[in-house]
């Protein structure tokens, strides 16, 4: 074979090859859209401090709940950020719905807030789970506020706030809600005298 057109075929592959690892790091950066959400102004939020106000729409009935009436009446709140489009997500909802059941009796709630979602692919995806605890409320932020409002890019992410809107603790992806310490550990975390002393956590 001539030497140009081996050079032409070495070319090629070069080419070919660029043009893959290109396609892939294209498809990489929409999958991390996709899994972080498709808001870029929580980098610059604010440390967060309370829990803000919000709007968000219920599931199951439609209603809209705001934030601050939501944590009324309770010992504290868990914001879960989620998606149905988010696989981490959706493996772990049945252990924290447990969990959520194992601490109904301590008077905290479950506001579980879908982002950049489908109210259709929310309700088909309940339907897995028909017995959903009293403490824990469904719902989808249509605007996609929420997650700039608390600083975060990621999903699952998860918050919690005392009795009085403070932020106490965050758990950064997946948990292991079934661990017995996370049982245990809430009574401090939601009735820990020196709250205000005491660096916010992360898991």
């Given at each position: ?36 959400g498709a ?59 447990q969990y ?61 706030f005392n ?41």
């Amino acid at each position: 074979m001539p030497k140009f057109l081996m050079k032409i075929n070495f070319l090629q592959k070069v080419l070919l090859i660029a043009a893959l690892l290109g396609l892939t790091f294209l498809y990489g950066h929409y999958e991390r859209k996709q899994f972080y959400g498709a808001s870029d102004g929580a980098l610059s939020a604010p440390v967060l401090k309370e829990l803000p106000d919000f709007t968000v729409i219920g599931s199951n009935p439609v209603v809209e709940i705001k934030s601050k009436d939501f944590l009324a009446g309770s010992s504290g709140a868990f914001v879960h950020i989620w998606g149905t489009w988010c696989g981490p997500c959706e493996k772990e909802m049945p252990e924290f719905l447990q969990y959520a059941t194992r601490v109904q009796d301590t008077g905290v709630k479950f506001l579980l807030v879908a982002v950049n979602d489908e109210e259709v692919k929310i309700k088909k995806f309940l339907t897995r789970f028909p017995n959903i605890p009293k403490n824990v409320t469904f719902a989808i932020d249509k605007e996609n506020r929420v997650m700039d409002q608390l600083g975060t890019l990621k999903v699952p992410e998860t918050f919690l706030f005392n009795s009085t809107g403070k932020h106490i603790n965050k758990f950064i992806g997946p948990q292991d809600w079934l661990a017995e310490s996370y049982v245990t550990r809430l009574s401090f975390w939601l009735n820990d005298q020196k709250v205000d002393d005491r660096k916010i956590e992360t898991h």
